[in-house]
């Protein structure tokens, strides 16, 4: 579309609004507002406007202003204190400071809307300005009152480095890349150290562009309390009723709980499973002083299930080759005598509990650096001082429903 005629036709310039629904009450929280142009005959996006650098910067900002008060002018209108989603790019907003953005808001805040109802979503992937200047203003929109979402999370491009330095209050997190029921490895890692990011900094996870039930469950299993995207509800012209979905997502969640408790009463009876065994099978073996012909006995007993034997010392340094199950046959890697292991996260803490609870523990799923798969151990206590660790296979894994 030509931007000329989208300026000369401002009338038809309209914000939609897209619903965000919370995982605690199961409601609409909020709205992010989002420019369309009516051409006639349809709504067209105004995304590739604003995206489109090849347009003045004053002629993108004032279309910009022209939805946003139109949006603004609406959510007058309702009492409920719901939450207001603006999208920012992060160059134009600096090349204006905070005329006329903040100009707007404050005007909004005399009648009625006031400055801690705001969430400016922005993305600083391709931010070309002064990084120092950017977290100088957007702290200052803190202290205002304004939260501050950084969006694009998921994406290729994002820059992860940053969000711990600025501390959002939201961080915005793109599914568009889980297209299938099963999401690869890697970004699961991703999604999980950025759950944990979000709770050291105290951020919430906003999942958007959830396009089926299945986005839907991982961004629930992920830590993320708000929830956007087409299977909710799309952009559109109008509010919706705030508890629209709520019997919807009442019965959703509930498969997800039900799921998910039954996948962990799984994994505690394959727990229990690989204790009782690991009992018969140690008292079965435990004249065999030599920790390599003791892991020799275990293998032909877990040939199907492992692919990799080791024990270590309480403080993580092994004292024993690893086992390990090549193409053909077991194979004695005795290079790996003397490996301290401690550094790795929650070996010390699971070593301690061990010893505390006289048991061993299955661990979640990861990617094993050396073989590239994705395996559990299952660790169990020889003694107060040596510890017992099995790689299980994937296929192993993949067998059993509930492993993986």
Known sequence: MDALDILTDLE????????IFSADEHQVIGYEVLGRYY????????????????????????VDQVVLKKALDRFLEVDEHLLIFINRDADLL?????????????????????????????????????????????????????????????????????????????????????????????????????SLLARKIGATLLFENI??????????????????????????????????????????????IAYEKKRIETLHQITESFQLRMQDLV??????????????????????????????????????????????????QVEYMNKNWSWRPYFLENIHKMRFEKKGILSDVYSDIEIGDNIRTFSYPLSTKHYLFIDLSYAFLYDNDGLL
């Open 283 to 332: 008292s079965k073996y435990k004249k065999q002083e030599k920790y390599e012909e003791f892991l020799g006995s275990l293998t032909k007993e877990l040939d199907s299930i492992a692919f990799r034997l080791y024990i270590c010392d309480e403080d993580g340094f092994q004292v024993s080759p690893n086992l390990f199950k090549g193409d053909h046959e077991w194979v004695s």
């Open 94 to 194: 600096m090349k204006g400071a905070d005329d006329p953005f903040l100009e707007v808001l404050h005007e909004y805040e005399e009648l009625g809307l006031p400055l801690n109802r705001y969430v400016l979503e922005i993305s600083e992937a391709n931010y070309k300005g002064e990084i120092d200047q950017l977290d100088h203003f957007l702290n200052y929109l803190k202290t205002l009152g304004i939260k501050i979402a950084i969006d694009k999370l998921g994406h290729e491009s994002s820059h992860l480095d940053r969000i711990g330095q600025l501390s959002p209050n939201i961080l915005k997190v793109d599914l568009r890349a889980l297209r299938s029921n099963r999401a690869s490895q890697g970004f699961q890692d991703i999604l999980y150290s950025l």
């Open 211 to 256: 396009e089926m039930v299945y986005q839907l469950q991982f961004a629930w299993k992920n830590g993320g309390r708000y929830y956007q995207g087409f299977y909710l509800h799309k952009p559109a012209k109008d509010f919706v009723e705030r508890t629209i979905l709520k019997d919807k997502l009442k019965e959703e969640f509930h498969r997800f």
């Open 12 to 19: 038809n310039v309209l914000p939609f609004f897209q619903p």
């Open 39 to 62: 051409d006639g005959s349809e709504y067209i996006s105004l995304g590739p406007f604003f995206h489109d650098s090849s347009i003045p910067e004053e002629y993108r900002t004032e």
